[in-house]
């Protein structure tokens, strides 16, 4: 009778733990299943962009291997300025669209670790303050730094960020993700700038008689349209010299805006299309690389950029249709604006780019598409690299006199500013 009951007890206890695992393998993996595919539902409302039969051919790759990516973000600064889930890459008709973008911490397991990439922006980055930010992170994952304000605007001060970030995406070439502020390409529709080394076609051909024709009516030397009028270069003092040398050969130097001159009609564009040869595309910041839509005013515009900035700009616009400021003196500046206007054939020639390349803003969303495909590059998450002196990168003038003491949590990165080789522990979790 004993034997009898305890086996009917032992019986009821494994039926018992047999269904409860069952109910609990149900509900991981509908949990499991809903985490990863959650946005598959909201992308309905693509449809009409993208119909079913357009995704077709990408349906295999995009229920498959779904990579998360963390926009890390804190009460001071909570903004996703790339959107959430998978439409961003479905939106941008990336090459890979399966991966999630989120600012929720908590979305794998209530754990950050479990993200394949933790993404940064500088406007949280450049107020660092260690309670705010990851205190501890996988092997695997990868930390990207994303910045696109100007690193002269913008230094990173604090000696934590130093072998910190796996990946970079910003405007700079030397970044894993490079993203322009604008592009050269040929009217095949291949990107030729910028890069490290750019070969420009030497044997440019004349404009037309027509596009001369559209600049007959220029009678002004060079102008400039201010829309900050507060940086932290002293502009004016250059500004000041140009245009002194200028008047040495009866020509001006018109500035409109920050209380200057006014604007017929409040269009500045169409003014610098009429009535001027040059454009000065002055850049609000003295940074590497650092090249914004500021010369499109005068390329889209019928006139000549003189560009002054810390770019080198022989890896960013065509040879021969600029003048540039940051290495020419303001009186070989001003006499070779002269000579061009007293002999128009030589400034035409600045314009014999219109025959071979465009020359826009930069479609910002590729470097979206890029960190996805990086994402799923086995080479790319099997190598670890690091930046390690990620501050010296992002900002390459001397630290000391941008730094001190402002961004010190301690005495150790007040000493940083002076000795870059000081290194701090960090907390890397299995």
């Not at 005013?297 to 616009?317: C, D, E, M, R, T």
């Not at 001003?334 to 314009?351: F, G, M, Q, R, T």
Request: charged share 25%; with cysteine.
């Amino acid at each position: 009778m004993y034997v009898a009951m305890k086996t009917e007890t032992f019986a009821k206890l494994f039926f018992l733990i047999s269904f409860t695992g069952l109910i609990m393998y149900a509900v991981l993996a509908f949990y499991t299943f809903h985490t990863a595919y959650t946005t598959v539902a909201d992308l309905e409302k693509y449809n009409q962009n993208y119909p079913i039969a357009d995704m077709n051919p990408k349906v295999d790759r995009f229920y498959t291997d779904l990579k998360y990516i963390l926009i890390w973000t804190t009460p001071e600064y909570f903004q996703n300025p790339l959107g959430e889930g998978q439409g961003p890459f479905v939106k941008y008709d990336c090459p890979y669209y399966n991966c999630y973008l989120t600012t929720k911490k908590d979305l794998l397991n209530g754990d950050y670790k479990n993200f394949d990439a933790v993404f940064m922006d500088i406007n949280l980055l450049r107020k660092w303050k260690k309670m705010t930010l990851p205190r501890s992170r996988s092997q695997t994952q990868k930390y990207i730094f994303h910045g696109m304000r100007s690193s002269d605007e913008t230094p990173i001060c604090t000696i934590n960020a130093d072998n910190y970030f796996n990946w970079t995406w910003s405007y700079k070439l030397s970044s894993d993700i490079v993203t322009p502020f604008i592009e050269v390409r040929d009217y095949e529709g291949n990107q030729i700038a910028p890069r490290v080394k750019v070969q420009w076609k030497k044997d440019m051909t004349k404009i037309s008689d027509i596009e001369k024709e559209k600049m007959k009516t220029k009678t002004k030397a060079v102008v400039w349209v201010m829309n900050s009028c507060s940086t932290r270069t002293n502009r004016m003092v250059f500004v000041k010299q140009l245009r002194d040398a200028l008047r040495e050969h009866s020509l001006e130097l018109d500035i409109y805006g920050c209380k200057m001159f006014t604007c017929p009609g409040n269009d500045c564009m169409k003014l610098v299309e009429r009535d001027y040869y040059y454009y000065l595309a002055y850049e609000d910041s003295n940074a590497e690389d650092y090249v914004t839509e500021e010369v499109l005013k005068a390329y889209h515009h019928n006139a000549v950029p003189i560009v002054k900035g810390g770019a080198n700009y022989k890896q960013f616009l065509p040879d021969g249709s600029y003048l540039d400021a940051s290495v020419s003196d303001p009186r070989k500046i001003a006499a070779a604006v002269d000579h061009s206007i007293k002999n128009l054939e030589i400034y035409y020639d600045y314009h014999r780019w219109r025959n071979h390349y465009t020359i826009k803003k930069s479609e910002y969303w590729k470097g979206l598409c890029q960190l996805c495909e990086l994402l799923h590059s086995k080479a790319n998450l099997e190598t670890y690299s690091s930046y390690d002196k990620f501050r010296t990168w992002w900002y390459t003038d001397p630290l000391k006199e941008r730094c001190y003491p402002k961004g010190a949590e301690s005495m150790v990165d007040v000493l940083s500013y002076l000795n870059s080789t000081k290194r701090v522990k960090r907390t890397v979790s299995v």
